[in-house]
């Protein structure tokens, strides 16, 4: 899938960071300067793919929501 596949594995890791990084704040947890950097780059990176792959970012978004709440059926479907 060249390009495309690399996509959506970079949005799949900067979903799950951004959402690690906002949970540890949410907790009032400190991060360090780099992980900010980071997190920075992640959501632009997110908003950019989103309108690369818009229908491929929602469903990461889909599955990444579905695991946060302990099912696996669409992460299991997606990489079977």
């Not at 991060?31 to 920075?40: N, S």
């Not at 889909?62 to 709440?69: A, F, G, N, T, W």
Request: aromatic share 14%; proline share 1%; no cysteine.
């Amino acid at each position: 899938m060249g390009l495309f596949g690399y996509l959506d594995d970079a949005y799949f890791t900067a979903k799950v960071f951004t959402q690690v990084i906002d949970e540890i704040q949410a907790s009032n947890g400190k991060i360090a300067g780099i992980d900010q950097k980071y997190y920075d780059q992640a959501k632009y990176l997110k908003r950019y793919v989103r309108g690369v792959i818009p229908d491929e970012a929602v469903k990461i978004d889909e599955m990444v929501k579905e695991l946060r709440s302990g099912k696996s059926t669409l992460y299991q479907a997606i990489f079977n």
